[in-house]
């Protein structure tokens, strides 16, 4: 009952910034909390980022902080992540998601909601 579309993806040069976006549609009345996960080609799905419903408790993966921050509207049911300073090995698909429960999570497990990903792919 709960749709996610991601958009902002595409083509960029290294040391770059990309400010992707997850629009949620349906009944969201009940997602606590969200995040992002990645998956290139050949690769294990790995997890980005996280947010509390409130927006006041974030989470990043240890490989990638310093250079994200990931931030929702509440009203606009929109999540947002930025990141800075893009690498050749950020290129992947990029997967926003969405869970009921209230725990933060930075598995996949948890997660009841995905979206169907934006590319976002860092050239030299």
């Known amino acids: 009952q709960v749709e996610l579309v991601e958009s902002g993806g595409g083509l960029v040069q290294a040391g770059g910034s990309l400010r992707l976006s997850c629009a949620a549609s349906?009944?969201?009345?009940?997602?606590?909390?969200m995040g992002w996960f990645r998956q290139a080609p050949g690769k294990e799905r790995e997890f980005v980022a996280a947010?509390?419903?409130?927006?006041?408790?974030?989470s990043y993966a240890d490989s990638m902080k310093g250079r994200l921050t990931i931030s929702r509207d509440i009203p606009k049911n929109t999540m947002y992540l930025q990141i800075d300073n893009l690498k050749p090995e950020d290129t992947a698909v990029y997967y926003c998601?969405?869970?009921?429960?209230?725990?933060?999570?930075?598995?996949?497990?948890?997660?009841?909601?995905w979206g169907q990903g934006t590319q976002v792919t860092v050239s030299s």
């Open positions: 998601a969405a869970t009921n429960r209230i725990t933060l999570a930075t598995t996949a497990g948890p997660y009841d909601y």
């Open positions: 349906g009944r969201t009345d009940g997602t606590y909390n």
């Open positions: 947010i509390s419903y409130s927006g006041r408790i974030r």
